[in-house]
């Protein structure tokens, strides 16, 4: 049976649902607008840990137990960990989960992550490769910016360009039955470059990945943009936002009704002092899993297009004069009654 | 339908066929034992470029293009490329691809890389969300060295336990029809950490997982390890393979007839100085890309295990003395008539 929708979306009829969530932030996303959705929130950014990379993966660790906890489901009934993080060697991810005992596959989409964690979690559940899995994603602000950017202890400035990566990790249970939304299409991103070069403007390096996908989703369901209640993109901020939006009107596309931003939503413009908004791969995925998860199980929302963003470049491509090449994975979740 | 065989196996009925693969290698594995197997040979260990990263994103791009020509199929023909490599944020494989207009799903196994790229591959064509996915892995020696050990120019003495980096890159396709052997069953691993912290040992460190991994094949699938012909793992090397032979002896599985390794096979020992063997994502994707499809193609064998191992540390967790967490994943594939 052939689950291909046109040219780069998957179906999926036998609607893997999403049963769970969880989320865990550090202290700055728990000043934020959307502190009351999170599951956790910790004070120390460190996590009880000596350093930031384990700091993360401890988040990742404390976030993924929570998750199996509030679901009353053990490891051993989980077939599959998929997840990812930024960090050199999904290491936030890898050291997070080693101790769990549960196959793993490992991801690198780097902040289209939770997007990509989620179509191959959906592929799997729908296709009888799984019964339950787990997709998960982190980041951290810390970790992010010793190994991207400059040692935090520089306080270099920021431009106003720039985004906040997002300290925390969110992670959810896909299954075979029980109650949630239901993953219902999977559209997966192609490389797009269009040769922005700028680490400090990944709004702009992103936003036409986001396009290309978001254009692409339409183009193969045959569904308009107002057939969402909300469509969500990861982390291009502010200056992404109007970037994608003006792209898409060009293309005969209005999203100006329904459109939102994951780097918007998570932190207050006015009182936090993160630019753009905020980034990193659990900037969707605590805003997923916490709030818009919330949302659909309460039918204040009812069908999402969450399309999480990644730039995929390293320190040593954008050292060697490289621009950034990006991606984005969207994923239709919907309330099926 | 339940496709999952045992705790950790699926098992494909509808036959995803490896109809085609290629291998692109540098000058010193092309002056190896398995030199007349490989598609490309390049004396150019920077293959043109100007620096060791965007030479393997090269090899890459070269032999992605090179697999499509000898199968005669266009990009676009191709749903997906399933692929990762060795260097932070995957930067070898995003910047070898990104010019292909291709979805892309990008993954990080470390040097299992191969086996969770067929693996994956083969769950997408046999439950029908792709009808040809391209899986590819890459390395390259001296891009591998300066990230995680030490700057070739300092000339630093290997240990006697260190293996040498493959350079190179393998890729085959995926199809729902055609010749060729089929992928059958696919093995997850899970992540195993016996504390080993020295990463001039990744014997040491892999072969526990990789223990894992095929004593979790034969319990699934009830089959024992001479219902194989060849039974690989991907870069243990010399040392590792003792200690994979030795711990599933104990386990009561005597692999002592069948068993080899990509990192033993793709070096000679006496002349080429690479002291525990090859090691990389790309020891076993060039290694399964071009020696042993070519023997399964001339039915030299039929059945054959292919278990590529990785280590999943980073120089970040090295430095902050952490252990080296590994995986691996097992992909069986067999002629079936």
Redesign the interface.
């Known amino acids: 049976?052939?689950?291909?929708l046109g040219k780069?979306t998957?179906k999926f009829d036998n609607c893997p649902v999403i049963t769970e969530t969880s989320s865990i932030t550090g202290p700055k996303e728990g000043e934020g607008p959307l502190s009351s959705y999170f599951d956790i929130i910790r004070q120390d950014v460190l996590n009880g840990c000596?350093?930031w990379?384990?700091a993360e993966s401890q988040y990742v660790h404390d976030n993924i137990k929570h998750l199996c906890e509030k679901a009353k489901t053990k490891f051993e009934d989980i077939?599959?960990i998929i997840s990812?993080d930024?960090?050199?060697?999904?290491?936030g991810t890898?050291?997070g989960?080693?101790d769990?005992?549960?196959?793993?596959?490992?991801?690198?989409?780097?902040c289209s992550t939770m997007g990509?964690a989620i179509g191959?979690g959906a592929?799997?559940v729908?296709?009888?490769?799984?019964?339950k899995v787990i997709s998960s994603a982190s980041s951290h602000f810390c970790s992010a910016e010793k190994?991207f950017r400059f040692p935090l202890d520089l306080g270099t400035q920021r431009p106003p360009t720039s985004t906040w990566t997002v300290t925390g990790a969110g992670s959810l249970i896909i299954s075979d039955k029980g109650n949630g939304p239901c993953v219902t299409h999977f559209t997966?991103?192609?490389?797009i470059?269009m040769g922005i070069k700028d680490p400090n403007n990944m709004g702009a390096a992103m936003a036409p990945a986001a396009v290309e996908t978001i254009y692409a989703h339409f183009q193969d369901t045959g569904r308009k943009p107002d057939y969402y209640d909300v469509i969500a993109t990861g982390d291009l901020g502010y200056l992404g936002k109007e970037i994608l939006l003006k792209m898409l009107t060009e293309k005969g596309l209005d999203l100006s009704k329904n459109y939102t931003d994951c780097g918007i939503e998570i932190f207050d413009k006015e009182t936090q002092d993160t630019h753009c908004g905020g980034s990193g791969c659990a900037c969707s995925a605590v805003t997923f899993c916490g709030y818009f998860y919330d949302k659909l199980m309460k039918k204040e929302i009812n069908r999402i297009l969450f399309v999480p963003t990644g730039a995929?470049?390293?320190?040593?491509?954008s050292q060697?004069g490289?621009s950034i090449?990006s991606?984005a994975y969207a994923v239709s979740i919907e309330n099926m009654e």
């Open positions: 049976m052939d689950k291909r780069q998957l000596e350093s990379e384990k077939d599959y990812g930024l960090l050199n060697q999904d290491s890898m050291f989960i080693r769990f005992g549960v196959p793993n596959l490992g991801i690198f989409g780097a990509e191959l592929i799997l729908d296709g009888g490769y799984a019964k190994q997966v991103g192609k490389i470059d995929l470049m390293s320190t040593t491509t060697q490289e090449p991606i």
